[in-house]
């Protein structure tokens, strides 16, 4: 068994690399020293501390450091980037930027505007004004079947509560009790382009998704650039702001453009195809302009339309007077898009709900 | 439990079972046998996952007990059904005077009408059962709440009857597998050990298919395994697993190749390769996979 200090030093600094180690844990990894060879002690540590995936590049590295001897069976992480801690980088809260108080009809009027105002075009204050309103807008998520049953009116016979009753009237079933599937939001899944002139847009959605489907879970964010980042953890906290500065940040040199197909492919190995995607409402939200080969991403594209309930992708640049999905990329991604929006503005998020909301409804091309 | 001294003990008894655990997890297996813990399996679909708790409930000469897991599983599907339509039946004799009354109305709600689900099964059963909870991740967050209940003191309370534990005190050993369609619960995971299956190494590869398919012979056997590391390596939606290993062997060595051609791999690809797209992208590069 390896010495307590030692156990609790390597737990540190496991912890300081982003890993969720608690004392118990620590402790179960010293008695798994005290059961395995010495040179078991990697896989000793492996299997205690360590509770997913992505996690294991980190527990390699540390470990490398803390022990010095690397074990000859170490692999190579996974090309999903791992979720570190992210401490205060980028801009202020939304809600830091409280506008001084002013008469009702300037207030009205100025939410006449933004709600029109492209937002790219918005100052850092307009922004946060943005922010409070797109907190206001309702998203649905269109509903499917799921396994579990409730009582309703019509059905199939419920046997446990018809037998209950039955007891009331001498075992005789008189009153039978029906139940019926019940109906769950699906979940809807965000690919959020975070480069260049898109990270504008992007910040909205994710705030517009972060602030309308809150109450429900079964939401996930991923931004892409030139690599595939998982936002959803992130999501719970007050992290939110920091990661995106910091997935925008790891894309700053790619200002022409993004590897759309190599993201889409990353997402829908990694968690698309697993289950993720399946049965969702996935929203993309891109200019389209891809760097890579076009053909990866209708190819890809094609895929996730196999595998999702329906596909939106959202635009900006499709406001633009006269706009003709010229980009290769969406020009190869658009004909396995259900619902094609601009989703530049308020106004655009609005519409964009809407038709998120009724995607179970028909399939609507625009 | 502890019949086995160390880790490699044990990675011996499971390859009398025909499964060949690497290191790793053998090492994760022993500690969590030894150490009564959970361990939760995660890898590419193929890799044997379910096969670990197969090959473990024969070597530890125990009941293997599976819990598919799926989205809106529910207490009624995992732990215990009243058997309604008897309770029913058993209620109108009661009344129609055939049963004694008295002794019979407490019977209502006992054994014989209580439809014993995996969980509950586990259980009773304690140290003598394996608990495979099988694709934890199709179930809901609210069932994994539940069953981080049920795993925590291996007790259930069925309102009618009482808590319900095993005879002797002792817990199933459980293993938990996910493929990540989404994260699982904290608290769970902080409950279990863990350890990630990699795909096996091609000579690994080739010795699992020996294991399984004797009849494929050394030769075909490493043909296959070097084949299906080339098809790994060609970032496919679905690459190969050893379940695909083994069936792709077994098609070739019936049809009497003794390695891998490129008509043999022509006509038998489907065993392998499981996605449209897959096979396009491999049909056109077949020379290379079969050398």
């Known amino acids: 068994m390896i010495d307590a200090t030692e156990a609790v030093g390597f737990g540190r600094a496991l912890r300081s690399a982003g890993l969720d180690v608690e004392m118990r844990r620590v402790a179960a990894f010293r008695e798994a020293t005290g ?332 | 439990m502890t019949r086995f001294e160390d880790p490699e003990s044990l990675a011996v008894a499971l390859r009398s079972e025909s499964y060949l655990a690497d290191h790793g997890l053998s090492v994760a297996l022993y500690l969590a046998l030894t150490m009564g813990r959970p361990l939760l399996l995660e890898g590419e679909p193929g890799v044997g996952k379910t096969e670990v708790a197969r090959a473990l409930a024969r070597v530890l000469d125990a009941r293997l007990i599976r819990l598919q897991c799926y989205e809106g599983i529910d207490a009624a599907q995992a732990i215990y059904e009243w058997d309604y339509a008897r309770q029913l039946l058993y209620a109108r004799l009661l009344q129609s005077g055939e049963l004694n009354a008295e002794a019979a109305i407490h019977r209502l709600y006992d054994e014989p009408f209580l439809q014993e689900r995996p969980l509950l099964a586990a259980i009773r059963a304690g140290s003598r059962a394996v608990l495979l909870v099988d694709e934890l991740d199709r179930a809901d967050d609210e069932f994994e709440a539940f069953l981080l209940e049920a795993l925590s003191d291996f007790a259930v309370t069925i309102p009618e009857l009482g808590t319900v534990r095993s005879d002797d005190g002792s817990s199933p050993v459980v293993i938990l597998t996910s493929n990540r369609t989404r994260e699982l619960h904290d608290a769970l995971k902080r409950r279990c050990f863990y350890h990630w299956i990699d795909f096996p190494s091609e000579e690994r590869e080739a010795e699992i298919v020996m294991l399984h398919v004797p009849e494929a012979g050394e030769r075909l056997s490493r043909s296959v395994a070097s084949s299906i590391a080339r098809l790994r390596g060609l970032e496919l939606v679905k690459p190969p697993g050893a379940a695909e290993a083994i069936d792709w062997a077994g098609a070739l060595s019936r049809l009497g190749f003794d390695e891998v051609t490129e008509a043999g791999a022509e006509a038998t690809l489907g065993l392998a390769i499981k996605n449209r797209d897959d096979l396009d992208v491999v049909t056109a590069r077949l020379s290379e996979i079969a050398r």
């Open chain 1, 35 to 366: 059961r395995v060879r010495s040179d078991d002690l990697y896989w000793a540590g492996r299997s205690t501390l360590v509770s997913r995936r992505d996690e294991l590049a980190v527990y390699d590295r540390v470990f490398a450091t803390y022990f010095r001897g690397a074990p000859e069976e170490r692999r190579a992480g996974v090309a999903v980037p791992v979720r570190r801690r992210v401490t205060g980088i980028g801009s202020a809260a939304p809600g830091s930027a409280e506008p001084g108080p002013r008469s009702q009809v300037a207030a009205a009027s100025s939410v006449e505007v933004l709600r029109r105002k492209s937002f790219a075009d918005c100052t850092p204050a307009e922004l946060a004004a943005v922010h409070r309103l797109l907190a206001r807008l309702r998203l649905l998520a269109p509903t499917r079947r799921t396994r579990r049953r409730r009582i309703a009116r019509r059905g199939e016979p419920d046997l446990r509560r018809t037998l209950r009753r039955a007891f009331r009237t001498g075992a005789e079933p008189v009153e039978v009790v029906w139940r019926t599937r019940r109906r769950r939001p699906r979940r809807i899944v965000f690919l959020l382009d975070v480069s260049g002139s898109m990270a504008a847009y992007s910040r909205a959605l994710v705030l517009f998704a972060h602030a309308a489907v809150r109450a429900d879970r079964r939401f996930e964010v991923f931004a892409f650039g030139t690599r595939l980042t998982r936002l959803t953890p992130a999501l719970d906290t007050l992290r939110l702001d920091a990661a995106l500065s910091r997935a925008t940040a790891a894309v700053a040199d790619w200002e022409g453009g993004t590897r759309i197909g190599d993201s889409l492919r990353a997402f829908l190995d990694g968690f698309g195809h697993p289950g993720l995607a399946r049965g969702a409402v996935v929203v993309v939200c891109s200019d389209g302009l891809e760097v890579g080969d076009p053909m990866l991403v209708g190819e890809q594209m094609r895929r996730l339309r196999r595998l999702a309930h329906r596909v939106v992708w959202i635009n900006p640049l499709k406001a633009s007077p006269g706009y003709e999905p010229l980009a290769r990329g969406m020009a190869a991604a658009l004909p396995h898009v259900d619902v094609f929006a601009s989703g530049h503005n308020l106004d655009s998020l609005a519409e964009v709900a809407r038709a998120i909301e009724s995607a179970g409804l028909r399939r609507a091309r625009a």
